[in-house]
């Protein structure tokens, strides 16, 4: 079963703040997502990767940068963290794009104050 | 505007009913519709798909119902359980290596025992 490791798990950071959200498959997927998840607008896109070093531009990615390092590891950074960036962040990855399974992670809950 | 719509934000039914979750679209160029299903705590997992070459899918107790020329399609649950009470996401995408998966914002479906 395909695996996608979220941490943390739960992080408070202050308006201003920086913030780094850290994901990790151990499938060898291709594609990682990072989705927030919000009442009321559902799942949202902010950024996506097919590779490492590849970064492309989702529905929602005003205030958020992202980074692929490896084929495992996909970085969601918040580096001027706003109240209206307080979210639960989903990390997912796919073998390949959008028309095959996507695995989730767990979730990261941020709050910022 | 919303490219995935889900009719209904909740759902309530008895146990045994048979739940029906509907969606619609509105890009002519999706061709993958899958429904993904979220419990509490826990990231989406996808439960069935459907291509827009088929106009039913089956796999247990669910069933997608798919018509293309309206640009609709629904979830159906036979026999609920209260097992099944959860988040619903129907979701779309283009197909090929495109990336991007488009999901609707979600029934919450309780089931009733």
């Known amino acids: 079963e395909a695996a996608v490791t979220q941490s943390p798990r739960n992080k408070v950071t202050v308006t201003g703040g920086n913030v780094t959200l850290s994901c990790r498959q151990t499938?060898?997927?291709?594609?990682m997502y990072w989705y927030r998840q919000d009442t009321g607008h559902g799942l949202r896109l902010i950024h996506y990767s097919y590779g490492a070093g590849n970064l492309q531009i989702g529905d929602v990615p005003d205030g958020y940068k992202a980074t692929r390092t490896t084929q495992e590891d996909f970085f969601l950074l918040l580096e001027l963290a706003s109240p209206s960036q307080t979210s639960l962040y989903f990390c997912a990855s796919s073998d390949e794009g959008g028309d095959t399974e996507v695995f989730f992670g767990k979730g990261t809950r941020l709050t910022v104050v | 505007q919303q490219q995935v719509r889900q009719s209904s934000q909740s759902l309530t039914v008895w146990e045994g009913e048979t739940a029906i979750l509907n969606c619609s679209y509105e890009n002519s160029a999706f061709d993958y519709f899958p429904w993904y299903q979220q419990f509490p705590g826990e990231g989406p997992a996808l439960l069935i798909a459907i291509r827009s070459v088929s106009d039913k899918k089956e796999d247990g107790r669910f069933t997608i119902f798919f018509n293309k020329r309206e640009k609709n399609l629904s979830l159906h649950i036979k026999d609920s359980q209260p097992g099944d009470s959860a988040t619903y996401f129907c979701?779309?995408?283009?197909?090929?290596?495109?990336?991007?998966?488009?999901f609707g914002l979600g029934t919450t479906l309780q089931v009733q025992p």
């Open positions: 979701a779309a995408s283009r197909g090929g290596n495109t990336g991007k998966l488009i």
């Open positions: 499938n060898s997927h291709n594609y």
